[in-house]
Each structure stands twice: as structure tokens, then as C-alpha cells.
């Protein structure tokens, strides 16, 4: 499997217009990967609280339409990163959203662990409540969300409903890059599976961005990892090392905290 992550930057004094269609061309260019990835909030920035109800839009909104139709035209799976969504009732939330090769929706995820303690997406936003897979031709992906990424129960979970491969878009800040790398590792190492993880490059808000989009393998070995700028990181993986590295070190199977007692006769 092929996938390319997206490490866009996202500047003042460019419209959300414009990040659309460059965006677009730039997914339209990787038509020869089976799976492309973006990064969290790209539409506004990560760090733009001021931005997120401006720049809300429904989930079948201008962002929606533009990336269905780049997946389709690629002809790729697309981890289209998040935007910020309004709900029917008004709520705002951090909702990412995954398009077939064919443009059709196959999944959207609200971000269950929203970032900022006291402000920012943590009072604007609401939380999501549902794990989310997706299968795809030779794995099953699991969604989660930048600051998820610090909760390893959720991704304990996504492990026990399936997923094989974990992709996490991201507005990670340079000031803790550290955690992030050493996060995606423990991820993979832990639950045995792929992480692709996609952040942003540039600054947001005045807050700059780690960069640095990481795959990683289910031993823990990064097989690829950007730099700090604008940049396309494309990786050629085997799912069906997540499989053999389970059968070779069955680690999984010896969990015994966070599983359902059976039930009694």
C-alpha cells in the first residue's frame, strides 16, 4: 500500500478558499497512492480559535464537495484531515472525514478529546462519542485526532474493533515535537498496528506547527518522517506486517486490565 500525507502550512492572507483548491491539486497529484492523508483543521488552523465559528461549515459543506471530488478524481482513499463542523443544533465540533476512491463518504469522526484544558477547541467545540474504523482494500483504519494521540485507551479500543492502521491528522506545535514523535512510536508499539500520522507545517495563530508527518511500522520503526516545511511524505507499506509482527510477538493476547469480564452463567 501506498499512502502520501499531505504536510501543508497554513498561513494568514491566504483565503480558506484558496487552501481549498490548492489543497485539491495537491491530492489530485497523488494519484499513484492508495490512501492520502491531511492534517487536522487545515481549513483555519489548529491554533485559529477565532476562526472556527466564522469558518464553520456543515459536514456536507464547501469542504466536503471540493474533497469528494479530488478523491475521486485521484482516484485514492482520502483521509480528508478535519474541519470545523456545525451540527444542526449549532454545536461546533472536530470533525474529520474519509472519502472513498469512487468521492463517496465513508466515515466522518467527531475528535472525542478536544485540546486547550479551559479555552480554545475545549470550550468552542463538543466532543465526539464514537470510535470510528474504516476498511480498506488490505487493512482497516482507525480514526482519531492530534491530541487523541495522548489517550491510549481510545486507541486500545480502535485495536479492538479492527483496526489494523492508525492515522492521526494533526496541528502538533513545535514547543512539545518531542511527544509527538515519541507518542506515534508508543502508538505502533503498543497495539502492534501502523501509524501515519500528518501535522502541519508553518505557524498557526502565532503558534508554529512540529512538522515532522511520521510513519510508523507495528515495531516501532519509523519507515518515514518529514522535515519542518511544506512537504509531500509518500511511503510504500505492507499491511500485511500488522498480521505477522501479532503471530511472531503475541502481546495482544495477553492483556488482562480493560477487558470485559465474561459473563456469568
Given at each position: 500500500?501506498?499512502a502520501?500525507?499531505?504536510?501543508?502550512?497554513?498561513?494568514?492572507?491566504e483565503?480558506?478558499?484558496?487552501?481549498?483548491?490548492r489543497v485539491?491539486?495537491?491530492v489530485?497529484?497523488?494519484n499513484g497512492?492508495?490512501l492520502v492523508v491531511?492534517?487536522e483543521?487545515?481549513?483555519?488552523?489548529?491554533?485559529?480559535?477565532?476562526?472556527?465559528d466564522?469558518?464553520?461549515?456543515?459536514?456536507r459543506?464547501?469542504t466536503?464537495?471540493a474533497?469528494?471530488?479530488?478523491?475521486?478524481?485521484?482516484?485514492?482513499?482520502?483521509?480528508?484531515?478535519s474541519?470545523?463542523?456545525?451540527?444542526?443544533?449549532?454545536?461546533?465540533?472536530n470533525?474529520?472525514?474519509?472519502?472513498?476512491?469512487?468521492?463517496d463518504?465513508?466515515?466522518?469522526?467527531r475528535k472525542?478529546?478536544?485540546?486547550?484544558?479551559?479555552?480554545?477547541?475545549?470550550?468552542?467545540?463538543?466532543a465526539?462519542?464514537?470510535?470510528?474504523?474504516v476498511?480498506?482494500?488490505?487493512?482497516?483504519v482507525?480514526?482519531?485526532t492530534?491530541?487523541?494521540?495522548?489517550?491510549?485507551e481510545?486507541?486500545?479500543?480502535?485495536?479492538d474493533?479492527?483496526?489494523?492502521?492508525?492515522?492521526?491528522?494533526?496541528?502538533?506545535?513545535?514547543?512539545?515535537?518531542?511527544?509527538?514523535?515519541?507518542?506515534?512510536q508508543?502508538?505502533?508499539?503498543?497495539?502492534?498496528a501502523?501509524?501515519?500520522?500528518?501535522?502541519?507545517?508553518?505557524t498557526?495563530a502565532?503558534?508554529?506547527?512540529?512538522?515532522h508527518s511520521?510513519?510508523?511500522?507495528p515495531?516501532?520503526?519509523?519507515?518515514?518522517?518529514?522535515?519542518?516545511?511544506?512537504?509531500?511524505?509518500?511511503?510504500?507499506?505492507?499491511?500485511?506486517?500488522?498480521?505477522t509482527t501479532r503471530?511472531?510477538?503475541?502481546?495482544?493476547k495477553?492483556?488482562?486490565l480493560?477487558?470485559?469480564?465474561?459473563?456469568?452463567?
Amino acid at each position: 500500500m501506498r499512502a502520501s500525507l499531505i504536510q501543508i502550512a497554513v498561513e494568514e492572507g491566504e483565503s480558506v478558499e484558496s487552501r481549498r483548491r490548492r489543497v485539491a491539486s495537491l491530492v489530485r497529484d497523488q494519484n499513484g497512492a492508495d490512501l492520502v492523508v491531511l492534517p487536522e483543521l487545515w481549513t483555519t488552523g489548529a491554533f485559529a480559535f477565532e476562526e472556527f465559528d466564522a469558518e464553520a461549515e456543515p459536514l456536507r459543506g464547501p469542504t466536503y464537495e471540493a474533497m469528494a471530488k479530488a478523491a475521486s478524481d485521484a482516484g485514492v482513499w482520502l483521509h480528508a484531515g478535519s474541519i470545523p463542523e456545525r451540527a444542526p443544533d449549532g454545536t461546533l465540533y472536530n470533525t474529520s472525514l474519509v472519502f472513498s476512491p469512487t468521492g463517496d463518504l465513508a466515515a466522518s469522526y467527531r475528535k472525542i478529546h478536544r485540546f486547550g484544558f479551559d479555552k480554545g477547541e475545549a470550550v468552542l467545540m463538543g466532543a465526539g462519542r464514537e470510535l470510528v474504523t474504516v476498511p480498506l482494500p488490505g487493512t482497516t483504519v482507525g480514526v482519531a485526532t492530534c491530541y487523541d494521540l495522548r489517550f491510549p485507551e481510545l486507541f486500545r479500543s480502535l485495536v479492538d474493533a479492527g483496526a489494523e492502521t492508525l492515522v492521526i491528522p494533526a496541528g502538533w506545535p513545535e514547543r512539545r515535537r518531542a511527544h509527538w514523535t515519541l507518542l506515534a512510536q508508543a502508538r505502533a508499539v503498543e497495539n502492534q498496528a501502523f501509524v501515519l500520522a500528518c501535522g502541519t507545517a508553518g505557524t498557526h495563530a502565532g503558534v508554529p506547527q512540529a512538522g515532522h508527518s511520521i510513519v510508523v511500522d507495528p515495531w516501532g520503526e519509523v519507515l518515514a518522517e518529514a522535515g519542518a516545511d511544506e512537504e509531500i511524505l509518500t511511503v510504500d507499506f505492507d499491511p500485511g506486517k500488522v498480521a505477522t509482527t501479532r503471530e511472531q510477538f503475541p502481546a495482544l493476547k495477553d492483556r488482562v486490565l480493560g477487558l470485559k469480564a465474561p459473563d456469568r452463567p
